[in-house]
């Protein structure tokens, strides 16, 4: 069976719902007529749940991971591209009370110092930059001190912490594109790692996926639709390692540099939080965002109020928020990104949407909000993230 007609196959199952038979209506999708195919399927919630709108955060925040630069990855070509005019973005920032917004992706050499120019020193305290490794020279036989010199020169030229894309551990190959894979823990970066901490520079590090990314994609396969859209998402089979060998990869690089600080992106394994306080628990020098994570932190909302009161000071606001036009609609930078994330945080509304999407777009469920008392949101909105930047409280 292929993916198309597995698809087909599929709405058997859900093929009695929204109709009824008994009533003698007729409906274009009656079971009858075979079916329902899976992607016609949206189902509305019968539940009359209390909505709780939330315009606007109640303290300022600092959004600590978002995209409004692109550089080269793996080109080699020391470039950005901006995805959306800074003006554009302060009107929403404004709206929602979002003080700071940490473009993450902001290059290096000539593309840092662009990213800086226009973000950060255009607009003072409302834009902070971060600086990526220059992976395409990974070959150079003096790399491991290029790449520490890049870190400070990045910080001489104002970045104020390193982005690590999952590019280490899932694309980076020797001579780049075609070898082996080259590990997270390869020593090559060790020197990096070394001048981040003596720079008080934090390492934003986003490495694996969701753990169905790893999988078949089969009709057991959670985010069947999500991969069945963007087949080139998954990371099964092939030479890629597997999502605790990256999990297991990265501890081993926390524990060989204590006194780097890293912040391990989308909570660092969303579906496995017991896994992520054991991590936190032996990594002091660990923290967590939860960006683009909420339908996944949501859907478990006793496990992630436990996990928000026991590492209250370890966990950034982030959204991975990205321009419009990328089809990734729970990140699309807009109102509603911010309203959805406030009302999961601070309501304890139940059984809503995510994303604003026409179907649920990283896997067919909803969420309950988690209701965090004042103290959490205050350290999770600001505190822990001004002081992991150097920020005044
Ligand atoms: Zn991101």
Not at 108 to 121: F, K, P, T, W
Not at 216 to 242: C, M, Q, T, V, Y
Not at 301 to 322: C, E, M, N, W
């Amino acid at each position: 069976m292929n993916r198309r007609q597995l698809i087909k196959a599929v709405p058997a199952a859900v093929a009695g719902m929204g109709m009824n038979p008994a009533m003698g209506q007729s409906h274009e999708n009656s079971p009858k007529d075979g079916g329902l195919p899976l992607e016609q399927y949206e189902p509305k919630s019968m539940l009359h749940a209390a909505e709780t709108h939330v315009p606007r955060s109640r303290f300022p925040l600092i959004d600590f991971h978002t995209h409004i630069t692109w550089s080269g990855e793996l080109s080699g070509k020391d470039k950005v591209t901006f995805t959306e005019k800074p003006e554009e973005l302060l009107r929403v920032m404004d709206r929602k009370n979002i003080h700071t917004m940490v473009n993450l992706t902001g290059g290096y050499a000539n593309g840092l110092a662009e990213s800086i120019r226009v973000l950060q020193q255009a607009h003072p305290g409302r834009f902070i930059v971060f600086t990526e490794p220059w992976w395409s020279k990974i070959e150079d036989p003096n790399y491991p001190k290029f790449q520490a010199d890049q870190i400070e020169a990045a910080h001489k030229a104002g970045a104020k912490g390193i982005k690590v894309l999952k590019i280490l551990g899932l694309f980076l190959r020797e001579h780049i594109k075609e070898g082996k894979l080259v590990a997270i823990d390869d020593r090559r970066f060790d020197p990096m790692w070394e001048a981040a901490a003596a720079l008080k520079m934090p390492i934003a590090m986003h490495i694996s996926d969701p753990e169905a990314f790893f999988l078949p994609i089969d009709r057991f396969n959670e985010r069947w639709e999500e991969l069945h859209a963007h087949p080139d998402w998954s990371f099964h089979g092939k030479d890629f390692p597997s999502n605790m060998e990256l999990q297991e990869a990265r501890r081993r690089v926390m524990r060989r540099h204590p006194k780097t600080q890293f912040v391990c992106l989308h909570v660092a394994d969303s579906e496995n939080l017991d896994y992520v306080t054991e991590c936190m628990d032996s990594h002091p020098n660990m923290a967590v965002d939860i960006a683009a994570r909420i339908g996944e932190l949501g859907r478990q909302p006793r496990a992630s109020r436990k996990f928000f009161d026991r590492h209250q000071d370890r966990i950034l606001f982030g959204t991975d928020a990205v321009p419009k036009g990328y089809e990734t609609p729970q990140q699309v930078f807009e109102d509603a990104l911010y309203e959805t994330y406030y009302r999961f945080r601070g309501t304890e509304d139940e059984y809503f949407d995510y994303a604003p999407a026409r179907v649920p777009p990283q896997g067919r469920w909803r969420i309950y909000g988690i209701g965090l008392p004042e103290g959490i949101l205050r350290k999770v909105y600001w505190g822990n993230a001004a002081r992991l930047l150097g920020l005044s409280a």
